[in-house]
């Protein structure tokens, strides 16, 4: 059997959150222990996380959350002081906005709805969503700030629920400044694609590919074998396996990771690329 052992989650959910979760952060940090794990990364769409990673890992020594910020209205948006705040207590991962963004809105008809009963987030009144974008199409003076910040604490940006347009242009951005960049959850809707994957990839950054999104036995976007084509494509240098799990209607983090692993291995994926995936790269994109 696929065992935990070594592994670090780098996207789950935890409460407390204004969306109902399956557990809060020292729920699954005491199950991830248990499963010999060395951690995980809680993204939450409303507040920065590291706050709560101190207090995880004060209880559970030898384990490490790592705490981020996601770039909604709860914080400001794409706000440089917000995300120095975050990283100068510890925070090792900027998300871009998720269900605030410009992009989200359009795909899912509002700003700050997932498409599922309760899941609604407060929006500022006449706002159309975030976009790191100016009205040129350029990338913007904050978001420029940001990722100058993310340099200085060589940190990780993650492109959370932003255009495959601006998902492009950072990632350009982020190699020319040197600084690590992950795209989120490929194949999380049809326009994060195999092509949009491989643009990423040439210019530098990695790919996320998370449980449920292709893990199988939850009711997945995708098929399984489709994140094993992305994994050949790609190669598993360039690939990160997470779980994106939390959600009432998804199995506890430690569990997905555990199918997820299981049934790429049915699938002729090498335990060794996997573990590469689930472990040394996403404790790459997040060292010091």
Known sequence: MFTLEGLFDLHIHAGPDIFGRIGDDLDFAIEAQKSKMVGFAVKAVLECT????????????????????????????????????????GGRIVWGPS????????????????????????????EEGITIFDEQGKLTYAIKEIVSIIKKYNALFATSHLSPEEIIEITRYCKHEKVKVLMTHLGWTPEYSLELGKEVVKHGGMIELSAVTFGGGFNPKLK???????????????????TDSGALRFPKPCEALRIFGENLILQGIPEKDIRKMMSDNPLKLIKK
């Open 224 to 242: 399984i074998i489709d994140c094993v084509e992305r994994i050949r494509e790609y190669g598993a240098d360039k690939i990160v396996l997470s």
């Open 50 to 89: 590291t706050s709560r990673a101190y207090y995880v890992n004060k209880i559970l020594k030898n384990f490490n959350m790592i705490g981020g910020i996601t770039l909604n209205y709860p914080v400001g948006g794409i706000n440089p002081a917000a995300v120095d705040a975050c990283l100068q207590q």
């Open 99 to 126: 269900g605030h963004s410009k992009f989200h809105a359009t795909l899912k008809g509002g700003l700050g709805n997932w498409g599922h009963v309760g899941m609604k987030m407060y929006n500022p009144p006449n």
